[in-house]
């Protein structure tokens, strides 16, 4: 965890918190899907510092234990449930350069702490998205905490452009998400079908291998801007725009 995060260090979040956030995952898992263990329920609510002020997010106090029970239950490893270095690189960096009346889209959003600070940063509408329900339901209480307004999505990228074909992104967000060599290609298979007319791509990555694939394609379709976040020289933060003709 880093400086950035004031973990609170055991449950804290109200009963009615808890309670909201069992009802939609019970739904959204669906009548015959395993009960959500305990330790997913078991929830923190911590402040994380980004330019211009904290955010509040709720996430599972106890991950190593989330994680034994979801395996148990021969369910996906939860990293969603963790606020990742990436993640929080690219918070800062969208906190610090406000998209002001765009239009953002996250892609494996996690706990979806770049979408509350674009929102928060005055976004004309933010959408997050994940494939992993779970995750869908602790973005919609983070942005309800933060008393920004958003919108939340179930699906893989694929599904994604499909559903929001006709709703064009100025903004598109990713943070640590080329971690399978799968995830490269298909990154680049979605992304013109996401980003409007001059829409940029903010991607946040921790030197994984699977950036060093991605960006070469990535310039041969955009000018790609890299650097070094300041903060925390664990993660690269790339600018994707101006898509090559």
């Known amino acids: 965890m880093t400086a ?4 609170i260090g055991r449950p804290n979040a109200s009963p009615v918190l808890r309670a909201s956030i069992a009802e939609q995952i019970a739904a959204l898992r669906g009548p015959d899907a395993p009960a959500a263990p305990p330790p997913l329920l078991e929830i923190a609510v911590e402040r994380v510092a980004l330019p211009g002020g904290h955010v509040l997010v709720a996430r599972p106090s106890d991950w190593p234990e989330l994680r034994e029970n979801e395996a148990f239950d021969k369910r996906p490893t939860p990293y969603w449930a963790v606020p990742w270095p ?11 350069q406000p998209p002001k009346g765009k239009r953002v889209l996250e892609l494996g959003c996690g706990l979806a702490i770049p979408t509350v600070a674009a929102a928060r940063a005055g976004a004309a509408h933010v959408l997050a998205t994940d494939v992993n329900t779970d995750s869908i339901v602790f973005a919609a209480h983070n942005l309800h905490l933060n008393d920004v307004t958003g919108d939340t999505a179930v699906g893989d990228w694929r599904q994604i452009v499909e559903t929001f074909a006709d709703e064009p992104w100025d903004l598109v967000l990713a943070a640590d998400v080329l971690y399978t060599r799968e995830n490269v290609q298909l990154l680049v298979d979605v992304l013109p079908g996401l980003l409007a007319p001059g829409g940029e791509v903010w991607l946040a990555d921790p030197r994984r291998a699977g950036a060093g694939e991605f960006l070469p394609i990535a310039k041969k379709l955009w000018h790609v801007d890299s650097h070094e976040d300041p903060e925390d020289d664990r993660v690269m933060l790339h600018r994707l725009h101006g898509r090559r003709r």
């Not at 950035?4 to 973990?7: A, G, K, M, P, R």
């Open 86 to 96: 990436s993640g929080l690189s690219l918070a800062r960096l969208v906190a610090s």
């Open 4 to 7: 950035d995060v004031q973990h």
